[in-house]
């Protein structure tokens, strides 16, 4: 099979420890995902990321431990004040307490994110991260996905003993949502100021998001010191009028993260990339990551719990076995063997 002369070229870069720059990843992004060319891009993002941690999955947990009808009012998410119904619940710290002793009392959560809505009530979620610190059956990390903060902000949430945050400039923010985009990057540089690790995201991605729109994204995301970069598509929900622009395949979302995940091979100081929602496809081109969602999510718009969407720890730790990790990662780094005996043990299968 002979490849076109950029497309070698790129390749050849990649196993120097060189990732694509910008303007590779848009033309990467110009072959179809079912091309010759993309799956072997994914084929080859799949074996670098196996082989950074021995072919080890990990898993991640969030809690929504508040959630309201959300001013923000992004197009896309279930939460938006526009388009919801949905009660507002603050979880009790007895709640939180139960959620995270559940989540984490098998000793595989690597690390666990505490997720509200835009408006931030931060001595509430500084409580919420105490009590999940006394809960945590075994040493997960903490992580916050909340809205904007100040650097004071996240200086208090560091001193708490959070370890990182998750935080997003969307695609076509202050277009699709009502959030100032010059906001979401002072927030960004409050949590890099602050020492909290960033765990960033280029999302959500639909079908008329250009290649330029997406890598536009990715590559301001480098500049922010980030630890982990993901790729999330749109979901798809009958409620949201935005639905009607379409969503990617699963497939357009794996040869995503794939070309992401070459990418961050120039920027050393990034240890992982995700792809949201987590699904067999993206686990096999270049991320190692799942995801468990306890309570209500943005991409869900039903309240019926056998409808949502969320992953529980045990779709996660079948989904690692199904995807051929043979281990999963502890936050301290430790293996444990992800085997057919680990899933019954687990109640797994
Ligand atoms: S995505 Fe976040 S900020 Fe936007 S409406 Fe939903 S909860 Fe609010």
């Given at each position: 099979?002979?490849?076109?002369?950029?497309?070698?070229?790129?390749?050849?870069?990649?196993?120097?420890?060189?990732?694509?720059?910008?303007?590779?990843?848009?033309?990467?992004?110009?072959?179809?995902?079912?091309?010759?060319?993309?799956?072997?891009?994914?084929?080859?993002?799949?074996?670098?990321?196996?082989?950074?941690?021995?072919?080890?999955?990990?898993?991640?947990?969030?809690?929504?431990?508040?959630?309201?009808?959300?001013?923000?009012?992004?197009?896309?998410?279930?939460?938006?004040?526009?388009?919801?119904?949905?009660?507002?619940?603050?979880?009790?710290?007895?709640?939180?307490?139960?959620a995270v002793q559940t989540l984490s009392k098998e000793g595989d959560l690597f690390g666990i994110f505490l997720m509200t809505m835009e408006n931030v009530d931060i001595d509430y979620v500084l409580k919420a991260v105490e009590t999940t610190r006394e809960s945590l059956a075994y040493g997960s990390q903490i992580w916050v996905n909340i809205g904007d903060i100040t650097i004071s902000e996240a200086e208090k949430l560091r001193d708490a003993g959070v370890n990182g945050a998750y935080h997003v400039l969307r695609l076509r923010e202050g277009v699709d949502t009502m959030l100032n985009p010059d906001d979401r990057i002072e927030t960004f540089?409050?949590?890099?100021?602050?020492?909290?690790?960033?765990?960033?995201?280029?999302?959500?991605?639909?079908?008329?998001?250009?290649?330029?729109?997406?890598?536009?994204?990715?590559?301001?995301?480098?500049?922010?010191?980030?630890?982990?970069?993901?790729?999330?598509?749109?979901?798809?929900?009958?409620?949201?009028?935005?639905?009607?622009?379409?969503?990617?395949?699963?497939?357009?979302?794996?040869?995503?993260?794939?070309?992401?995940?070459?990418?961050?091979?120039?920027?050393?100081?990034?240890?992982?990339?995700?792809?949201?929602?987590?699904?067999?496809?993206?686990?096999?081109?270049?991320?190692?990551?799942?995801?468990?969602?306890?309570?209500?999510?943005?991409?869900?718009?039903?309240?019926?719990?056998?409808?949502?969407?969320?992953?529980?720890?045990?779709?996660?730790?079948?989904?690692?076995?199904?995807?051929?990790?043979?281990?999963?990662?502890?936050?301290?780094?430790?293996?444990?063997?992800?085997?057919?005996?680990?899933?019954?043990?687990?109640?797994?299968?």
């Amino acid at each position: 099979m002979n490849f076109e002369e950029p497309f070698n070229a790129i390749i050849k870069n990649i196993f120097k420890d060189k990732g694509p720059n910008k303007e590779e990843c848009k033309y990467l992004l110009s072959f179809e995902p079912h091309s010759i060319e993309s799956t072997t891009l994914m084929s080859i993002a799949n074996n670098i990321c196996r082989s950074k941690l021995s072919n080890s999955g990990v898993i991640y947990a969030q809690i929504a431990i508040d959630i309201a009808p959300c001013a923000a009012n992004c197009q896309f998410c279930s939460f938006s004040a526009e388009h919801t119904d949905i009660k507002p619940h603050r979880m009790s710290m007895e709640e939180i307490a139960i959620a995270v002793q559940t989540l984490s009392k098998e000793g595989d959560l690597f690390g666990i994110f505490l997720m509200t809505m835009e408006n931030v009530d931060i001595d509430y979620v500084l409580k919420a991260v105490e009590t999940t610190r006394e809960s945590l059956a075994y040493g997960s990390q903490i992580w916050v996905n909340i809205g904007d903060i100040t650097i004071s902000e996240a200086e208090k949430l560091r001193d708490a003993g959070v370890n990182g945050a998750y935080h997003v400039l969307r695609l076509r923010e202050g277009v699709d949502t009502m959030l100032n985009p010059d906001d979401r990057i002072e927030t960004f540089d409050a949590i890099r100021k602050s020492g909290l690790q960033l765990y960033t995201c280029c999302e959500p991605i639909g079908p008329e998001h250009t290649a330029e729109e997406i890598f536009d994204r990715v590559f301001l995301n480098y500049q922010y010191g980030l630890v982990q970069q993901s790729a999330m598509r749109r979901t798809y929900m009958p409620s949201l009028p935005i639905s009607k622009r379409g969503v990617i395949s699963q497939l357009r979302l794996a040869q995503i993260t794939a070309i992401i995940a070459l990418s961050s091979l120039s920027y050393p100081e990034i240890l992982a990339t995700a792809c949201h929602e987590p699904n067999l496809l993206g686990l096999v081109s270049g991320s190692n990551i799942t995801s468990a969602e306890w309570g209500a999510n943005p991409r869900d718009d039903t309240d019926e719990k056998a409808e949502k969407r969320g992953l529980t720890m045990n779709d996660c730790r079948r989904m690692l076995f199904e995807a051929g990790y043979s281990s999963i990662i502890t936050s301290d780094f430790r293996q444990i063997s992800l085997t057919e005996e680990y899933l019954v043990k687990v109640g797994a299968i």
